[in-house]
């Protein structure tokens, strides 16, 4: 499952969330305490999608008892080039391969002193090979590949103090991450590899997250406090090969080995019901505060000195929400998001995909302020939601033109550092509709907005980088029992995009938005599936057909032509 908490979350989640949070849940096993015999429990899904002849395989396995879990899956996909609508044809490089896997297990203790207690340990494995990026082969004559590998091994542990009314959940954590990059130099024909430089950058990350909540005032309030702390130690080689001979090490290398960077941090946050009446009326209200701190450390390397920077920021929050039985609700809220550079911003020498990047040890955090205002209610056989909000940033990291070694561009590249510029303002708004139409057809839609402007020293501005245009899908949905125990739908619906010509210079000198902005597009597609009796589940799509070319603003690759998909999923 995954859950988007859109706006700032600094508060929580600490530097980094600054327009929003996305939050992962594994598979997890099942709860197993009442389990007296032993449960297994699986299911296997096959997938196939004809504009990039993507085929997939997933299964997933999990046995239960007595209050012990245990959970083990894998995916495995191949994505070959993916062909794009119109005239765009077959995008050469475009495909890749990508494998996961799970494994996890669980206790939850029973009666007790340790009654409500559990423990739950995790393992993560990722890994992509062959990923292309075309975007400089026909400006430089540079093909880019991408390979990257990722472990990840964590072991949560609850436990409540029932004499204090608490709570508690500790989570150490261990992250491995290799990246290997190679820029290859392509002869006339662009077939032909020339030479190539190998980047590769290893990461191994140690976490430790703490948690605890406290109920107070006969649970209508409830404190929540916690902190953490994450340190990265980075290693990196740069390798060097002409066609025919082997690798030769060089001393340049994007980031320097040995570099650390460590953040860290504590919060405090207060939940509480002023509010909670028997006829369903509801007011909750919230409010917090987090010291956050990072600290990094490189050193020297290339003709560039060692560096060694830290920030420390403090962010509050503060919300109200009104709701009424679940069938409106309303909430108001402010945060504040804090953001410091990272290791590459500050300490990365060499080519960053689209720009050569020079680094600045002298960065600072950038800060926002976010009023949002959101509401969501249901009248009769309407649903409707509606959001808007408006950030005030200060300090924003971007990046800006330089020189390194007196150079403008290296490699046909341009040279790019990143600076605290001015000041921003950020505004959007989101609304979605659905109706029940009764007889099992419905209707929903959904639109969003936002829009961006930099405000220069010189007191000019300009619009925000990579900012969306607007976007949105209607859908008409048909749902019904076809026979006992089988039930089975239909829908077709549009998705589309106006046109985004508001660009700033950085989006003028990005070689992935057209020249003039990227064009507006819509396309028309269909779904439909059949489940039944809990254990299979089928689905048929055809997505864009009526073959448009268009592409999502800032992307480098097309969007798919016509592309029918089709998987079928079975689960005991």
């Known amino acids: 499952r995954i859950e988007v908490l859109r706006g700032p979350g600094s508060v929580l989640y600490g530097s980094d969330a600054m327009g929003g949070v996305i939050q992962i849940f594994a598979h997890e096993p099942r709860d197993a305490r009442h389990m007296a015999e032993p449960e297994a429990h699986g299911s296997s899904q096959v997938r196939y999608a004809s504009a990039g002849k ?5 299964a997933r396995a999990e046995v239960g008892m007595r209050g012990f879990g245990a959970l083990a899956a894998g995916t495995v996909q191949s994505l070959g080039d993916l062909r794009g609508g119109g005239d765009v044809g077959v995008q050469p490089h475009s495909g890749y391969a990508d494998y996961s896997a799970l494994a996890s297990a669980s206790y939850r203790f029973g009666d007790g002193p340790l009654d409500g207690a559990f423990t739950k340990a995790g393992y993560l494995y990722s890994r992509l090979d062959g990923a292309g990026r075309t975007d400089k082969l ?8 991408y390979d990257n ?4 091994a964590y072991d949560r542990w609850h436990f409540e103090v029932d004499s204090l009314r608490t709570a508690v959940d500790l989570t150490p954590s261990f992250q491995h991450f290799l990246e290997r990059k190679d820029s290859i130099s392509m002869g006339g024909d662009l077939r032909t590899r020339l030479g190539t430089v190998r980047d590769e950058v290893e990461v191994n990350t140690f976490g430790l997250d703490a948690g605890l909540e406290t109920s107070l005032v006969d649970d209508r309030l409830a404190l929540r406090y916690g902190g953490l702390f994450y340190r990265d130690w980075v290693d990196a080689q740069r390798l060097e090969r002409d066609l025919g001979t082997d690798w030769v090490q060089r001393p340049d290398q994007n980031y320097p080995s040995g570099s650390i960077y460590s953040h860290f941090g504590g919060f405090l946050m207060l939940d509480g019901v002023p509010l909670a009446s028997r006829r369903g009326h509801r ?3 919230r409010a917090g505060y987090r010291l956050h701190g990072m600290a990094g450390d490189a050193p020297g390397q290339a003709g560039l000195p060692a560096s060694e920077f830290s920030h420390v920021g403090h962010v509050i929050m503060a919300a109200a929400q009104y709701l009424y039985r679940d069938e409106a609700t309303v909430a108001l809220s402010f945060e504040q ?3 410091a550079p990272n290791l590459q911003e500050a300490v990365m020498l060499g080519d960053a995909g689209q720009f050569f990047h ?13 009023v949002e205002l959101l509401g969501r209610a249901k009248l009769w056989r309407l649903t409707w939601s509606w959001a808007g909000y408006a950030s005030l940033l200060e300090d924003l990291l971007k990046r800006e033109p330089t020189t390194y070694e007196g150079q403008t561009e290296i490699g046909g590249t341009e040279v790019a550092h990143h600076v605290n510029a001015h000041s921003g303002t950020l505004l959007g708004m989101e609304a979605g509709l659905g109706v029940d139409l009764g ?3 419905s209707m929903h839609g959904h639109l969003a907005y936002a829009w961006g402007q930099e405000e220069l020293p010189d007191g000019s501005s300009q619009p925000l980088s990579r900012i969306p245009p607007p976007f949105g899908l209607t859908a008409l949905r048909y749902e019904s029992e076809i026979v006992r125990r089988w039930r089975g739908f239909i829908e077709t619906y549009a998705r589309w995009a106006l046109q985004q010509n508001r660009l700033s210079p950085r989006d003028e000198r990005d070689g992935r938005i057209p020249e003039g902005g990227t064009p507006g597009w819509w396309t028309w597609n269909v779904r439909t599936g059949l489940a039944g009796q809990g254990h299979h589940r089928f689905v048929l799509a055809v997505e864009n057909l009526l073959n448009a070319e268009y592409r999502f603003h800032g992307s480098g690759l097309y969007a798919p032509g016509t592309n029918a998909t089709v998987s079928y999923e079975a689960s005991f």
Do not use: C, K
């Open 54 to 58: 993507t085929l997939g395989a997933h």
């Open 138 to 145: 026909d400006s430089n004559g540079t093909l880019q590949i």
């Open 149 to 152: 590998e990722m472990h990840l």
């Open 283 to 285: 007011v909750q209200m």
């Open 337 to 339: 998001g804090f953001r």
């Open 358 to 370: 020079v680094p600045n040890a002298d960065l600072g955090p950038e800060r926002s302020d976010t």
């Open 439 to 441: 007889r099992g057809l």
